[in-house]
């Protein structure tokens, strides 16, 4: 996925718990509801053994702070750090050059 720039990329790392109840359900839960939002441009999301990256795109900073304050998703924040998640880190970068090859879009 690419897009002209500049844009938002809110890079969220995580190392996952043991307890995952509702986690799957909730992921996807965000994912919809994120691209509801104005400003959003896409998501990218990996993961394996217990470590995840997703990685959200937004038009503009507040756009990405928006989706930040929506109140479901502070539930879900709240959840990760109470349940799903050991450790997480998250970063927000300004894109200021892209460029794209191949067809993996």
């Given at each position: 996925?690419?897009?002209?720039?500049?844009?938002?990329?809110?890079?969220?790392?995580?190392?996952?718990?043991?307890?995952?109840?509702?986690?799957?359900?909730m992921s996807a839960r965000m994912d919809e509801l994120a691209r509801l939002q104005p400003g959003f441009l896409g998501v990218e999301s990996v993961s394996s053994g217990g470590r995840g990256i997703t990685v959200s795109?937004?038009?503009?900073?507040?756009?990405?702070?928006?989706?930040?304050?929506?109140?479901?998703?502070?539930?879900?924040?709240?959840?990760?750090v109470e349940r799903w998640y050991d450790a997480y880190d998250l970063r927000v970068a300004t894109v200021t050059r892209s460029h794209h090859f191949g067809g993996h879009e």
């Open positions: 996925m690419t897009w002209p720039p500049p844009y938002v990329a809110v890079i969220f790392t995580t190392q996952r718990s043991s307890d995952l109840d509702g986690y799957a359900e795109y937004w038009v503009d900073e507040a756009a990405s702070i928006a989706w930040r304050e929506v109140a479901e998703h502070l539930l879900a924040q709240r959840l990760g």
